[in-house]
């Protein structure tokens, strides 16, 4: 099918790893977006150096035509849609779920799910925050109910009428350096699974430290290429995310990105909070042609196993959760 010329998606080559200049290796080529039906195939490259790994588009889309890549997308509404529950599959899944937290309880799942819901700020007392990449302006309506004086940077704008309209809270339309506040301003900025779509990582951390006050936190969530589930579902990985996904990191790259902005504390975790979300995710992308109800039954059964499994893994082998964090300290 030939796509119209205004909904193509123009790139450009980008052979080099962004962190090191080495050129990259061929990972995976002619990748379809998967999830909301964006044009084009795309392929990944991986730097071949150990100590780096980054993941990327190549080419990558170029900055005037990456809206074209969220016609679609779940921030210009509330959440990821959901497909209408089968009342036999809910009664089947209760005692199963029921189980499930149990076990999550267990290995102490369930409170950095808490932690995480809310990027891990629950330590820290309400000030003035930045959410950059706030999308539909959930987590920022979330914050705001616990205290928090939110606002929101966002460059689609669709995303951010819909968090004006419906959360009611401020959002500046347009790049991180356009936002009108003065320097040193925040006491936190949060960046949830966004910098993985921005063309200048190192330079929207570098934005992000000028903005906050001494002492104040930077907390970044992002897809993790080091852990369990793109080791099990390789191309199938639901967070490639072609063309959206421009940049794919782990603890390991994040902390090169933070060098490389001048950053100078920090530390890096990972989490398994979203493994079955990934699991479910990434096999119906491998298997899209099987939607009957007792096939979406074993692949929530399959996801919650993976999910049990990694987050046990995750306790020994501390970089293999599904997301790896990063909080700054100015």
């Not at 790893?17 to 990748?31: F, I, P, V, W």
């Not at 379809?32 to 392929?43: E, T």
């Not at 356009?178 to 951390?205: C, K, Q, R, T, Y």
Request: hydrophobic share 40%; glycine share 8%.
């Amino acid at each position: 099918m030939t796509v119209p010329t205004d909904l193509e998606i123009r790139a450009a080559p980008c052979p080099e790893c962004y962190l090191c200049g080495t050129k990259g290796e061929l990972l995976y080529s002619g990748l379809r977006d998967r999830l909301f039906g964006a044009p084009g195939r795309w392929d990944l490259k991986r730097c071949p150096v150990f100590d780096c790994g980054l993941i990327w588009l190549d080419p990558m889309p170029i900055e005037e035509d990456i809206s074209k890549a969220y016609q679609a997308y779940y921030t210009h509404q509330n959440g990821y849609p959901r497909r209408r529950e089968n009342v036999l599959r809910n009664l089947f899944r209760s005692p199963l779920s029921a189980a499930y937290e149990l076990l999550l309880h267990a290995i102490a799942v369930r409170s950095e799910r808490k932690r995480l819901a809310i990027l891990g700020l629950n330590n820290m007392p309400p000030g003035k925050l930045l959410e950059v990449g706030c999308g539909n302006g959930r987590l920022l309506a979330l914050l705001g109910n616990l205290g928090w004086q939110v606002e929101g940077q966002e460059l689609d704008p669709e995303a951010a009428a819909f968090a004006r309209t419906t959360y009611h809270v401020k959002v500046h339309v347009g790049p991180l350096n356009s936002v009108p506040v003065v320097e040193g301003s925040f006491d936190a900025i949060v960046m949830n699974h966004v910098i993985e779509h921005v063309h200048e990582p190192i330079s929207v951390l570098s934005a992000c430290h000028r903005l906050l006050k001494p002492e104040g936190k930077l907390l970044v969530v992002t897809p993790n290429t080091a852990g369990e589930g793109y080791r099990r579902f390789g191309s199938s990985w639901v967070h490639l995310d072609p063309p959206r996904h421009l940049h794919l990191f782990s603890c390991q790259t994040l902390r090169r990105i933070a060098q490389k902005a001048g950053l100078k504390r920090y530390e890096t975790w990972t989490t398994t909070v979203s493994s079955r979300f990934t699991a479910q995710a990434s096999l119906n992308i491998r298997h899209p042609e099987r939607k009957v109800p007792a096939i979406r039954i074993g692949r929530y059964i399959a996801a919650v196993i993976f999910h049990l499994w990694a987050a046990s893994l995750c306790l020994w082998r501390k970089d293999s959760g599904e997301e790896c964090i990063i909080r700054v300290t100015k």
